[in-house]
């Protein structure tokens, strides 16, 4: 099974809202990444976070970590249409060199 | 900088056939990874390479996965024979370093169908 897990597996918000994906995980972690992909760009890094830290923000990204709960969640504030694609986080382990393990994904469908 | 550069971006190819896929990583990255990531699902990492040395191929599936980064540059991922629930994209990375600080660069992916 995959280490991350996202919530929820799809979403459909109309353009100008926020879009919020959470992702859980089941061990203790370095960091936490997210990931972008849609067919035109392939797998893009957004955000790292390591795991002393509980809060990045990056333009319209915000990223929260909270190591207690093994949870991270994603904000895209004020989506545009660009912002359509899947969303993956990865969790990077102690003592196991750059190795990420992803989840399955949120597939976000902003609408025009 | 050049981005991680993979081929073929598709094949096609019938089970018990055997394929290759060849990956360039960016210049001067040390580290260099092979996902398979099934369709609906997340990138599932292969095996990694430090310069020529595998570092983890621990979820390769050796009787029919091979891999192998000879002058620490480029790499090849083979399959044979290949089986209908290899049918995937196959994606390279690369990052400077082992450290978990790192950031991946992806490459576009050689989308593997096998009928």
């Known amino acids: 099974s995959q280490q991350g897990e996202e919530d929820p597996q799809a979403l459909s918000i109309q353009e100008g809202e926020n879009a919020t994906m959470n992702c859980s995980y089941k061990t203790s972690i370095n960091n936490l990444q997210w990931y972008r992909q849609n067919s035109g760009r392939g797998l893009v890094h957004l955000i790292l976070?390591?795991?002393?830290?509980r809060e990045k923000h990056s333009g319209r990204l915000r990223v929260t970590l909270d190591t207690s709960k093994k949870s991270s969640s994603l904000l895209i504030t004020a989506s545009r249409a660009a912002d359509t694609a899947s969303y993956f986080c990865a969790t990077a382990f102690n003592n196991a060199g750059n190795m990420l393990t992803f989840g399955g994904g949120t597939r976000l469908m902003v609408k025009p | 900088e050049a981005g991680v550069a993979q081929s073929p971006r598709y094949k096609i190819i019938e089970k018990r056939q055997s394929v290759a896929f060849w990956c360039n990583p960016i210049?001067?990255?040390?580290?260099l990874y092979w996902y398979q990531q099934i369709l609906g699902q997340g990138p599932k990492l292969l095996i990694q390479?430090?310069?020529?040395?595998?570092?983890?191929d621990s979820q390769l599936p050796k009787d029919r996965f091979s891999a192998e980064r000879l002058k620490g540059v480029d790499s090849t991922l083979k399959i044979q024979p290949a089986k209908l629930e290899d049918s995937a994209v196959y994606l390279c990375a690369s990052s400077r370093g082992r450290q978990p600080y790192y950031e991946q660069y992806f490459g576009p992916g050689t989308r593997l169908t096998v009928t």
């Open positions: 976070i390591r795991s002393n830290e």
């Open positions: 210049s001067g990255h040390a580290t």
């Open positions: 390479f430090q310069n020529n040395g595998v570092v983890d």
